[in-house]
């Protein structure tokens, strides 16, 4: 199974520090909540891992399987097994659904899918996640509503089937029955045993779904407290409080 490593990593926007030394392995089988406030640089974890060019790493290091991720394009991250879905995925106008995404397992496999398994793929993974089918054709992200970003992600890991899956809020914005299904979802993903999962959230209410092996709580750019799910059972009772008054 695949190992994501996170070394003492250091992040600023800017002149500002934001991630101030994290240290995180996740391997396969297993399943990782991020909690924490908001702003205490859960999404930055994420983004510096994707490498989106505003976030820049001043210093540490992270390993997917050995291999130094930060010196990856951001394809070579996807091909290396990486897949990362974004709290605030972007519009793309012209480009359907379908489109994208056989774009997406084409650059992490390295070859094009052949068409009709790839429909056959994508039909059964729409069904899994009660997507209507006349989703496939519409343009990506526009006017989504929230639910429908959610179990677009979702897709994305079945039909991708990546080693690591760095999920960013996967759970705003549900209600109880999408939440449900995004939930099965990853769970379905996940229970291979051979990936792992790094679920980043503000609410406890998805842990309830889907259980964690390990929570870590951030405050102020690090981790501050690390245990099982007893801990994020802790937190829906205690709230951030305790953890930003003492990282203040
Ligand atoms: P969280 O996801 O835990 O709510 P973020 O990672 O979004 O936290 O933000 C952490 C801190 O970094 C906040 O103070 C936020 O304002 C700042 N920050 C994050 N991204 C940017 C950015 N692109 N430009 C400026 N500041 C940013
Ligand atoms: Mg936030
Ligand atoms: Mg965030």
């Not at 909540?33 to 290091?61: D, E, V």
């Not at 080693?163 to 996967?170: F, G, M, N, Q, S």
Request: hydrophobic fraction near 40%; charged fraction near 25%; charge should be negative.
């Amino acid at each position: 199974g695949s190992t994501l490593e996170i070394h003492d990593l250091h992040v600023a926007v800017g002149d500002k520090e934001i991630l101030r030394g994290v240290n995180l392995t996740v391997k396969a089988g297993e399943t990782h909540a991020i909690m924490g406030p908001n702003g205490s640089g859960k999404s930055t974890l994420a983004y510096a891992i994707a490498g989106h060019p505003k976030y820049t790493i001043t210093s540490g290091r992270v390993l997917l399987d050995g291999a130094d991720l930060l010196e990856m394009t951001v394809d070579e991250r996807a091909r290396a097994g990486l897949f990362l879905a974004m709290q605030y995925p972007v519009e793309v106008p012209g480009v359907s659904v379908s489109n994208f995404l056989r774009t997406a397992v084409t650059s992490m496999r390295g070859e094009a899918p052949k068409l009709r398994q790839f429909a056959k793929d994508l039909k059964t993974g729409m069904d899994a996640l009660s997507i209507d089918a006349a989703f496939a054709q519409r343009n990506l992200n526009e006017g989504f509503s929230g639910g429908e970003k959610k179990r677009h992600e979702i897709l994305q890991l079945e039909l991708l089937k990546p080693k690591i899956a760095v999920l960013d809020e996967t759970d705003s914005g549900l209600d109880v029955d999408a939440l449900r299904v995004v939930s099965e979802g990853i769970n379905r993903f996940r229970s291979s045993g051979e990936t792992g999962v790094l679920l980043i959230t503000h609410y406890t209410r998805i842990l309830r779904y889907v259980k964690p092996d390990f929570v870590h709580v951030f405050a102020a750019g690090r981790i501050v407290e690390q245990g099982g799910p007893e801990l994020a059972d802790k937190l829906e009772a205690e709230g951030y409080e305790a953890y930003t008054k003492a990282s203040a």
